[in-house]
């Protein structure tokens, strides 16, 4: 069998599966699958849960066919990182499935950076147990997802305000569900605007990071410099900054080779910060700005934080202001535009 994270709970088998795979890009969904899987097991008398990391086949067969202590049936679960488990591990998989352990839940678990393709052993999983896809949702789907969470939480948004969450939450999806709970509890009654909606995450950090490629889009230096220099005193996530710096530089260099605003993920309610960083910014800028995105990257995972925060700085100063931009380095013989 295999279901979505929109089926759970309703649709989660009455008979235990003997192995169940929860697998996905998306972190929020894969949480969620698993924490639903493992709530219908102990309301099935799984109440013992054991965890390991990796497929460890000797030890997990050892266990399965031990006496529990605490309980009649017990959950063996298994991080299984990328979904990799190697010839002995499919062969290992095949066998319990042939001959499943009474009283055993094999679960495992992957979150994945990219949803794997249906390998042999995930079939087998699939047709003699149960497979879960957590799979990311496409920028299109994102905003009938958060009105429907919205909604959910007891949260009415305006489309206008699902909007502006959505093109500031691609990605981000665990935060945004957070966002939506705390939002419940502090909401008025009624319709959530776009003003309201701001107003109530206006202090969120993470918030503050889409607002800095906005000023950077518009030209505002000033106000990107502050934005900046915020996010550097609450030790905003560099990853994520990143992030949201890359997904509209490279908007802009797709724009730049000829591509429609929808081609290039130019959300609606952004279109008009585009058409000014696009006069400011001419094709030279911007791969000086592609290079040291890259860089910006690279010093975020391996140099100290203040370094990153020098170097993201003058990458504002540039993006936001169209000058100096001299001082950002180009790679040697690297003069088009390319995708990163």
Known sequence: MILRPADLPRRLPATPPPVALVVGDEPLFVTESA???????????????LRYDGLEEDAL???????????????????????????????????????????????????????PRMAAWMKQVSDGGLLIRGDALEAGQIPA?????????????????????????EGALLAAAQDLKKM??????????????????ADSARFAVFALPDACLAGDLARARRIAERL??????????????ARDLRSLIALAKG????????????????????????PRTLQRLHTAMARLDRTAKSRPEPEYWEELLNFVHVFAGGSAAQSLPL???????TAF
């Not at 639903?36 to 849960?49: D, H, I, N, S, V």
């Not at 419940?184 to 995450?201: C, H, K, N, S, Y």
């Not at 609606?268 to 001419?282: C, D, E, I, Q, V």
Request: one cysteine or more; proline letters at 8%.
């Open 259 to 282: 591509a429609s605003e929808s081609a290039a993920g130019v959300w609606r309610n952004r279109s008009g910060l585009f058409g000014p960083a696009r006069r400011r910014l001419p």
């Open 61 to 115: 067969y050892a266990e399965s066919q031990a006496g529990s202590l605490f309980a009649s049936r017990k959950i063996l679960e298994v991080d299984l990182r990328e979904a990799k488990v190697g010839h002995t591990g499919g062969r290992f998989l095949k066998q319990w499935l042939a001959e499943p352990p009474a009283d055993v839940v094999l679960l495992l678990v992957a979150h994945c950076e990219r949803m």
């Open 232 to 245: 550097r005193d609450e030790q905003a996530p560099p990853p994520l900054l990143n992030f949201a710096l």
């Open 35 to 49: 924490d639903a899987l493992r709530g219908k097991l102990r309301e099935q008398g799984f109440e013992e849960r």
């Open 184 to 201: 419940a509890m502090l909401a008025p009654q009624g319709p959530v605007d776009q003003p309201t909606l701001e107003a109530a995450v």
């Open 145 to 169: 997802w958060l009105a429907q969470r919205a909604r959910a939480e007891g949260l009415e948004l305006t489309p206008e305000a699902v909007e502006w969450m959505a093109q500031r939450t």
């Open 331 to 337: 790679a040697p013989h690297d003069t088009t535009l």
